[in-house]
């Protein structure tokens, strides 16, 4: 289908050393995350951090978020804690990704902690992350 010629194209460039894109990297990573296949997400995600290619917050939300599919909490946490500490902004998506990958785990307190950081940290709560805690 065309998401596999997509990513196909993804990974030769990458292998011919075509200078890769953020919005290149945040698609495969995305791709894979729909297709709940988080190894490869993160594989993406490593690859893009390895090359130092820049990350930003859709690049973080959506490895998060691939995270929480598959049930990887720790990892989700991490990948939050790396994107707290880095000058890439938090934003109601990361909050809400990793508070979903922590309650899909029944890992109730760590969630409860991760909101009440992120609402110190003054990230602009909504509905969906109340819903979630």
């Not at 995305?30 to 297709?35: A, D, I, L, V």
């Not at 820049?54 to 978020?65: H, R, S």
């Not at 691939?66 to 989700?76: D, L, P, Q, Y």
């Amino acid at each position: 289908g065309v998401w596999e010629k997509s990513l196909l194209n993804f990974v030769v460039m990458t292998w011919s050393k075509v200078e890769s894109t953020t919005n290149a990297f945040n698609a495969a990573i995305g791709t894979f995350s729909k297709r709940d296949q988080c190894e490869q997400a993160l594989q993406v995600f490593d690859t893009m951090a390895n090359l130092k290619t820049e990350m930003d917050t859709i690049t973080f939300n959506v490895a998060i978020g691939a995270c929480g599919n598959s049930g990887n909490w720790e990892r989700a946490l991490q990948l939050f804690n790396v994107m707290a500490q880095s000058q890439v902004e938090l934003d109601t998506m990361t909050a809400s990704a990793a508070t979903s990958a922590l309650e899909k785990c029944s890992e109730w307190e760590k969630a409860l902690q991760l909101f009440n950081m992120t609402a110190d940290a003054a990230v602009d709560l909504d509905t969906i992350i109340y819903n979630t805690t």
